[in-house]
Structures are given as C-alpha cells and as structure tokens.
C-alpha cells in the first residue's frame, strides 16, 4: 500500500514555469510505476506523464510533449512534474497515481487527492 500526497499547484501567467511534486509513504515505492494525470473542469481525467521503476523511457502526452518533465527520486519517495511555457489549456487539478506497471489510462491503483494548477493573465 502507498499514500501520494501532491504539492506545487498554484497560480501561474501563461509562459510560466511550475514544479509539482508527490510525496509517497509506504512501503516498495521503488517498485512503483508512478504517473501524473489531470484533470479540466467538465472534463474527463487524461494522461499527462508516466515513469517507470528505474526512470526508463518516461512517456508522456501528445499535448505536454517537450514542455513537462516527469522524473523520480526513489530514495526520498518523491515524484516531480516539472511544467515548462505553460498554457491556459494546461489548467486543470494534477494528481499524480501509482501502479505496479505503466499504463496511460487511468487504472492505477492508487491516487493522491490532486493539486489545483491555474494557469491565467
């Protein structure tokens, strides 16, 4: 069992830059494939980033391709989603969700409760 708690989301101007982070507790989180989802208002939650066990070929949406970096750091359970020349579409809650493989839908087995990110003049 792992608990994700997500932190970082805030206001931002459009072209900023924001960094979340996960914090996880529990046990073999090194053993976890870890992801970041998000989630629009009225809209469905969607992919945004995916990395596995030992940080191989991350994967990420079409749409945060070259803006956002997903990375880990085993040693201190944490997960980071670095967001680069944010865009208004890119507002939405972050959550970021734990499996024991990668996917890109969300049947993850755990999630965190997700961080607000706004991005707006």
């Known amino acids: 069992q792992v608990q994700l708690v997500e932190s970082g989301g805030g206001l931002v101007h459009p072209g900023g830059s924001l960094k979340l982070t996960c914090t996880a507790s529990g046990r073999a989180f090194g053993s976890y494939a870890l992801a970041w989802f998000r989630q629009a208002r009225g809209k469905e939650r969607e992919f945004v980033a995916a990395?596995?066990?030992?940080?191989?070929?991350?994967e990420y949406a079409d749409s945060v391709k070259g803006r956002f970096t997903i990375t880990r750091n085993n040693a201190n359970n944490t997960l980071s989603l670095q967001m680069r020349s944010l865009k208004p579409e890119d507002t939405a809650v972050y959550y970021c969700?734990?499996?024991?493989?990668?996917?890109?839908?969300?049947?993850?087995?755990?999630w965190g409760q997700g961080t607000q990110v706004t991005v707006s003049s």
């Open positions: 990395i596995n066990w030992n940080s191989e070929r991350p």
């Open positions: 969700a734990a499996n024991m493989v990668v996917v890109t839908t969300t049947a993850y087995d755990h």
